[in-house]
């Protein structure tokens, strides 16, 4: 494995075309910001070690997917929340229209097994691009009252890092957990290997977790 | 306006009863005046210019003796000297074309043909070829080389000859280009029209989905009166394109029902047709172009599926504004070799995109062979990669496993794979050995990487794409799944102090199975890793990539009288062109709109004359046109292993196009296998 050893943490990122989802994670990368970015074709993959603040020890490699919201990809999509520890549900606050589609996903996420245990995060975006906080109170009328939201601009930087931030200090000691054991099992097993002295180096399976 | 006339008729069944030939006529009468009412001085102009179709001397040599390419024996009319270009154009009409048609057909051996230029044989066959050539010219003496206009020049640069339009009226190119050229999606019906061209997307029910001009009101309300065309054509419906040319606009529609594509245009080198047919004519090949894009994007079936039993759906749901911006990229560089946005804050200057699609045919990038071949290895290499068993707690297994029998493929689903440098050059091309791609698909593919390419030039983050993609010709019914990784060398040669501007690859590795994005990803670290890990490797590249950016001929091959070329070799269906730069030292939009008028006129001169076994046909040809300020002389030589297409100043002597061109053809024949790709490399 490259480097430092720390467990990976799959994130997703859902929500209609255009809302903001490819920005956001370019201004929490790189702390960039672009006027045109092109709508994401297909789904992209972005890897990235983050630790919180709150915990500097605390650190994971999160392996993000940055989805694309056109239409033409939904039946795709599934593919990608599948698994994920993380899911960040956007909509844009600018536009009330788009948390359909993000009520959507939130159904969607719920209705699969597999994502029983994903962690949702409903993200508003483009909070420049409102004055007050009123079309936000019409969009939390709609959710459960423990439901946040989290409000983001990429074009500011608002919220951003604290999304991340809260997104890694919510990661699960158990993950840690299960990381160091199955080092601790892989060492071990390096070690024999060597003393077995078989002709075969193998290596443990990478994708077996995906 | 009438435009509303048209369509407040219900278009689909209207007028059962009447002639067919009524019919039609009466619809396009309807439409030529739509587009004319109006605008008399249109009409005017028409017949003001009065030019009549470009002339043709087509000489057949079909049963003369051959015993050499080129070389009809007892064909040698005394011309004396060589004639300069100038001095035989002496009069007033638009340009003028003359071609030789030599049939050698079966008369000589293959391996002839294909050695002829490298053989010391040459010279022989280039005096033969001047002979020819001048034949040609004193043969086109009767017909005269022509001058096209009178009109003040104003220091434009713009070939007058694109349109009927009277440039008079414009007081710079870019005046003209703003308005009759650029995009335009504002609601201004003045403006619409002054369009030269147009396209259209549209479902069968007359619901528009794409236009390259005009607001979203504006189409609608011509929507009418194309629907109203298309189904004056419905009587063939088993016809897959249909043209029709009134006046000075000539309309060509490709039905590919559900859709419908329609290309409008006042470009006249553009009322060209094929031999082919008008499926392969430059707006035959230009929808195709566009119907290939939307299939790729959404696949033939979902088209289908989506309009079944609902014949009003909107397409447009399922387009993003990044497919709107690339069919506008798609219709200005087909049409004029550039695209710009509206307001003209960006543009792009894109000769070889407009080139490829001409020559129906893949641009490669120039490099040496064992550089390439060094990444070729690569990828040969990365397809046979095994895939590690996962550990079994069963330590005897060990002892029990055979090196290979255990190991599989890591990637057994990875179909093809692909570098390219941007700009649509082809690096290294690796596929199954019995299959290999359509130059369509490979196109589909390459326009999907510059898009990504584009997407990435804004951000500096490092990130893979899976993206589903429908390869037309491959399997117009499914996706495959692209794995696609761009890397910028300059970073990687900086480690050895070597600094170039950025220099992106892009790996692009083709998958059948949507689920093993990670497997792929393994094989794309394999790849990077062997490229960028080797020093010598990858300065090498960088090397190559930052020098062979553009083919200069003054430079790269020393033929300053020449000033641009295009070389395709007919093998491989691969082509270069030289730096359009070097066609007058610099390049600008109404450049670039002009190579592509000489090309499109030299291309199409092709297929003047009557030719029945084109395939066995070396042809010779050249136009001569002479400006207001100067005069450009274009040439042409098709030969069964290449075409030629050179442009050169009017003042040269037809000796010197012929011993030069040929220097330039010998030239791409050397270094074929640094210019182009082949077959690419295979695994079985
Ligand atoms: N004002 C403002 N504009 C934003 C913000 N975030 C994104 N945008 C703009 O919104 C547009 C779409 O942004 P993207 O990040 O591409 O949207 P997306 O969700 O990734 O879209 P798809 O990839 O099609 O799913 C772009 O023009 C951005 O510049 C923001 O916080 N404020
Ligand atoms: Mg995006």
Redesign the pocket.
Known sequence: MDGERIPGYKVV?L?????????????FLKNE?????????GAAFITVDHNSNVNPNKRVRLEIW?????ER?RSLTPMYYRNAKAALV?F?L?SVDTFEKAQYWLEQLSLNSSSEDTKKYIVG?????IAEAEEIDHVKDRLDDTAVIFE?????G?GINQLFDKLVDDVDEQIFDEFNKRCEEELRRESENSMINVLSKTVHNKYSCC | MGVDDVNDKPSSNEGQDKGIGDRSADKLNKVSSMYLGGKKNDMSLINDCGLSSTATTSVNFQNVENHMPFLAEGNKHGTNGTPSMRDLSNSGRAGSVLSFDLDSTTRIPHSVESSYYDDGDGSNSEEELQDLFQNLIARGDQSKLLKNSSKESKGMRLIPDISDVDMVSYNSDSDFIRKRISLSKIDDPDLFHTKLKHFFVLSAAGKPIYSMNGSERLVIGYMGLITSIISSFQESIDEEIKSVTFNNIKVVILNKSPLFFVALTKIKHEFSTSEYGEEESLLGRQLKALYNYLVSILSKSSITRSFRNRMNYDLRKVL???DFHNFDSFCMKLTYGFYSDEDDTQFELDFSFFASRLLNSLECSRMRNKTRTRINGILQDSKKIKKDIPKEDDSSSYFFKSETSNQSYLAPDMLFGFITAPEMQIISYLHPKNHRLTTNDISVLLSMITSIHETRKSSSVAEDSWVPLCLPDFNSTGFVHIFLKVIDLSKYVAVDGIEIPYTPITIALISGNKNNFFEIQEISKYIIDRITGSESLRNELANELTQSKSLSISQDLNIPSIKHFMFKSKQSNQFITSDAKDFTGSIDKSIVINLVYFYSNLYHSRTDGKLSALSSNRRLNYYHWVLPDNSVIGFMLIHSDYEYYCLCDGDISSSDIITNSLNIIRWCQKYKKRLFIGDGVTFS
Request: proline share 2%; glycine share 6%.
């Open positions: 990122i929500g209609d075309t255009s809302v903001g989802k490819t920005s956001l994670v370019h201004r910001f672009n006027e045109h970015t092109a709508n994401t074709i940055d989805t694309a919201g056109q990809y956007c844009d600018s975006t483009k909070s420049d691009k983001t601009s990429a074009k500011t608002q | 993003s504004p990044l």
